[in-house]
């Protein structure tokens, strides 16, 4: 059956990776959106870790690659003078 098993790590991570780059733009944007932004994406990344057992790969995936995003994102651009730019 398709569909029958939940996603694993790598799914998550590259899920977190969309998550994190939505908070560093809104971030970016309006504090409190930002703020806003996180706060939903933390709530489902809870979830997955807490809520849905089958679910907690997923959920660590999709932690990591939303913490790396946001980090590097925040690197690149607040860091952009160490770079040359």
């Not at 809104?26 to 979830?47: E, H, K, M, T």
């Not at 807490?50 to 999709?62: C, Q, T, Y």
Request: proline share 4%; net charge neutral.
């Amino acid at each position: 059956m398709v569909g029958s098993r939940p996603a694993g790590p790598a799914a998550g991570v590259l899920v977190g990776i969309g998550a994190g780059s939505l908070v560093f733009a809104a971030w970016f944007n309006d504090l409190l959106l930002g703020i806003g932004v996180a706060g939903i994406i933390a709530a489902l990344v809870a979830c997955m870790l807490w809520a849905v057992p089958e679910w907690h790969r997923f959920g660590v995936g999709m932690l990591v690659g939303a913490v790396v995003a946001a980090a590097a994102l925040s690197v690149v651009f607040y860091g952009g003078g160490s770079l040359g730019w």
